[in-house]
């Protein structure tokens, strides 16, 4: 898969690149790269941004840099690109990241993600140049960065290869495998701690027992409503 993030902080994937699953991935074939739409902005001084129409505070990224930036990167129209390959918008409003949605994108043989910055994209950018505006949650945070990691991340790990254990993605929380609930909870050694003990069945080697009590806790995780705590 070639995943290509436009960001005004390239650097900022560096670290991401550095990450082992990530690293793993990109040494399997897979691709991350970085635009940076200074590098490509048509106006003086390398503006990219501008004042919201309207009034009001902070800065919109303008959408001729970004026509520029898509451009000149893959030349051709954008409005064209959308049709080639899925361009997401990395804005708060948009479709909410879901497991269904990263097994969607994690189809997907490229993906350009655009990330915002200060208020966000003119929204001309969300309307003509993407093909979904995707949000990680209903909270503002200060760009698309790290919205575009999340999506990377849970993209990268749905990919064949990319975990030790070939099952560990598939019956991981909300997968298709647990019926869409959370996962069921993992114990390791010491087997018990401060007289706190894992439950006995784990313990037992009977694999079909096992399998049922995993299953139950993810329901029940499930009816209430997330990965519920074993907090008193
Ligand atoms: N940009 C700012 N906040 C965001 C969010 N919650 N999801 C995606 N992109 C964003």
Known sequence: MQLDV????????DWFRGQRHVGNALARGHELRTL???????????????TPFGGGAGMVLRVDVMDAALRGFYGMDP???RHQRR?????PGGRILDDGFVEELAA????????????????RIVQHFASDPVSVGRYVLSGG?????????AVLRKLPGSLGHANSAVEESFSAALGGD???????????????KVP???????HEEIRQWRRARSRERGAAGGASSSLP
């Open 182 to 196: 959370p996962e069921y909870p993992h114990y390791t050694r010491p087997a018990e701690y401060r007289g706190w």
């Open 6 to 13: 436009v960001t005004l902080f390239p650097e900022w994937f």
């Open 79 to 81: 409005v064209d690109l």
């Open 200 to 206: 006995e069945v784990l313990l037992s080697g009977h």
């Open 36 to 50: 940076n739409p200074r590098e490509h902005t048509p106006l003086s001084g390398g503006q990219v941004d501008d």
């Open 87 to 91: 361009v997401l918008a990395l804005t």
């Open 108 to 123: 997907e043989p490229a993906i350009t993600l655009l990330c915002g910055r200060y208020e966000g994209f003119d929204e």
């Open 145 to 153: 960065e790290l919205a575009a990691m999340v999506v990377m991340d």
